[in-house]
């Protein structure tokens, strides 16, 4: 059963064509999926000139040229194309960049993205979502920014229902997928850290700027499984890390917020090639975890292909192995380890906006009570969250069934109404 609501239902034939197209590809490649509905935007006051706005994006860029480098400033930028579907239009410009950001341990790193704006004509403030996709892989191809161009990023088809909507979207590619250096996959901090210094730099990008993502922008947070992970540490982190961006609300589904307790869930299981998938980024972002030492020559040999290939292959090759299949001893039960991944655990903090958190009660991959352990979590914290299960729903279906609530949610939050949590 794919749970909807009247949103959902009302929802154009074009969108509803789009969203189906996009969650058969998505179900095709265990990636995550799409939906959406179009939603009336407030009425938009007096819009400076198109030549104004080209104006403050060159001082704008002059400006940060001049100072320090900071977490969200652009190291460089070219013109690229977003196709949600190989050679399928969309009324949009989209540029591809790297931009300064921060890994787990404090240190300054670059990272690459994409920003994609409505090629509407609209040049006054415009809602920015900041889009985490879900896992995609280890390898710099499978980067979604690779994949733009092409037609062939699974979660394109998602993002293409946002920019109907009239939104910007900035999409990190998030740390080592199309830099230096391997990706940190499931490095909670390092992700959010990321997607919130993707829509810093959306906001310096002088060709956004000129097309009304301003640091008057609203701004949106969404992603889910591994994208929900990043969407939760982006929500837990802006007061403190990036307090100057307006978000209004986090849209999370399928959140891994637990990723010792999804070990064990995934151990012998369908999803048990993501838990060495997570090893091998957890190792990047904290070398001193030391790997290797743990892994017999199965385990070498399956790391060696995973960091060559992408999330459909990646997942089939390591399903039901067990941990002991690939180690000669478990280094999750190692202190040093147990410390690492405990840091990457959602719910110790308090996001300061409010959050839509969604999860299939069937969630094959990310246990279900993982979900609703969150949402007790933040609500004891005092968070504005709004908890929507998703019946009978297991990974790619909560993905799917999640979308348009999770999507029109966000448009409430952008039009200032209230965020009716259901904490109590």
Not at 391 to 414: C, K, Q, S, Y
């Amino acid at each position: 059963m794919v749970h909807t609501t009247p949103h959902a239902r009302r929802a154009p034939r074009a969108l509803r064509t789009t969203a189906l197209t996009a969650a058969t590809a998505l179900a095709l490649s265990l990636g995550l999926t799409n939906a959406a509905a179009t939603t009336a935007q407030p009425a938009p006051s007096p819009q400076p000139t198109q030549a104004h706005q080209a104006h403050q994006a060159d001082q704008a860029a002059q400006a940060h040229q001049a100072a320090p480098a900071r977490p969200g400033d652009i190291v460089k930028s070219s013109p690229t194309s977003f196709h949600p579907l190989p050679g399928q239009p969309t009324r949009t410009r989209a540029w591809h960049m790297e931009y300064r950001s921060t890994t787990a341990k404090g240190t300054p790193n670059v990272v690459s993205g994409t920003v994609i704006v409505p090629d509407d004509g609209r040049t006054g403030p415009r809602p920015l979502v900041t889009y985490a996709v879900g896992t995609v892989g280890l390898a710099d191809m499978c980067a979604p920014s690779a994949g733009f161009p092409k037609g062939t990023t699974v979660e394109a088809n998602l993002i293409q229902q946002l920019t109907a909507r009239g939104w910007a979207v900035a999409v990190t590619d998030y740390e080592g997928l199309g830099t230096p250096g391997e990706h940190t996959y499931t490095v909670g901090r390092a992700e959010g850290q990321a997607v919130l210094d993707a829509a810093r730099a959306a906001q310096r990008l002088p060709g956004a700027v000129q097309a009304g993502v301003t640091e008057d922008s609203p701004v949106g947070i969404m992603g889910y499984s591994q994208g929900g992970q990043a969407s939760g540490w982006a929500a837990e982190l802006h007061g403190t890390y990036a307090p100057e961006l307006k978000v209004r609300g986090t849209a999370a589904g399928g959140v891994p917020a637990d990723l010792l307790g999804v070990a064990d869930f995934n151990n012998g299981n369908v999803g048990a090639g993501l838990i060495l998938m997570a090893a091998v980024g957890q190792d990047a972002a904290f070398p001193e975890l030391d790997l290797a030492k743990y892994l017999n020559g199965k385990g070498r040999h399956y790391v060696g292909f995973m960091k060559k290939n992408c999330v459909a292959i990646d997942a089939v090759a390591g399903a039901f192995k067990r941990i002991s299949d690939v180690t000669v001893k478990n280094p999750l039960d190692e202190a040093d380890w147990q410390r690492r991944l405990r840091e990457s655990d959602l719910g110790t903090r308090k996001p300061d906006a409010p959050v839509f958190l969604y999860h299939g009660t069937l969630d094959e991959l990310i246990p279900y009570g993982v979900g609703k352990r969150l949402r007790a979590d933040w609500c004891a914290r005092g968070t504005d969250v709004r908890w929507a299960p998703l019946p009978l729903a297991e990974h790619v279906i909560g993905a799917v069934a999640g979308a348009v609530p999770a999507a029109n949610w966000l448009a409430d939050r952008f039009a200032g109404k209230p965020a009716n949590g259901n904490c109590g």
